[in-house]
């Protein structure tokens, strides 16, 4: 069992409903256990600005899975969930991102963990700090609060009113 931390946004539609579903779904895979929640951010899009906001949230769960097996489970909960495959940073239904993965660095294609781009992300980061302050990224041996403290993404991230 290992310890994995999944990033989850949506734009597009019933954003709060999709993050939900692809929540509920993550938690009835064989092989995951939820652990826990962060709340609900409403973010601004990063990357491709052109588009609706995100709202975004991290689930953690102890996972019984090898890395690619679970990135091949988590891919199926986001079609099941409704995803259309857009351009990079595009608008989508749901994303589900593998942010950690334990302390294990891997970097095979079409799979790095952590996640290359989370230090540079308020999105990721200040859910991540909320909920796990003291977690320190594998590679930087820096902890979320202190990434999310010296960030210089300047994108707005806002708690969102609702919740799952």
């Not at 938690?27 to 973010?43: K, N, V």
């Not at 334990?102 to 989370?118: C, M, Y």
């Not at 977690?135 to 919740?163: F, G, I």
Request: contains cysteine; proline residues 5%.
């Amino acid at each position: 069992m290992v310890r994995v931390v999944l990033g989850l946004g949506s734009n597009i539609g019933s954003r709060l409903n999709y993050l939900r579903k692809a929540v509920k779904g993550i938690c009835l895979l064989p092989g995951f256990d939820f652990l826990a929640l962060s709340g609900i951010y409403e973010t601004e899009p990063w990357g491709f600005k052109e588009q609706n906001k995100f709202l975004n949230c991290i689930l953690v769960c102890s996972c019984r899975l090898e890395p690619e097996e679970a990135i091949r489970a988590l891919r199926k909960v986001e079609k099941e969930t409704g995803r259309k495959m857009r351009g990079k940073w595009r608008k989508r239904e749901i994303d589900i991102d593998i942010l950690f993965y334990g302390n294990r660095i891997v970097n095979k294609s079409g799979l790095v963990i952590p996640h290359p781009e989370l230090a540079k992300r308020n999105f990721v980061l200040k859910p991540l700090a909320q909920l796990a302050p003291g977690l320190a990224h594998p590679v930087l041996k820096r902890s979320m609060e202190y990434l999310n403290n010296h960030t210089t993404d300047k994108n707005k991230v806002y708690l969102y009113s609702e919740k799952l």
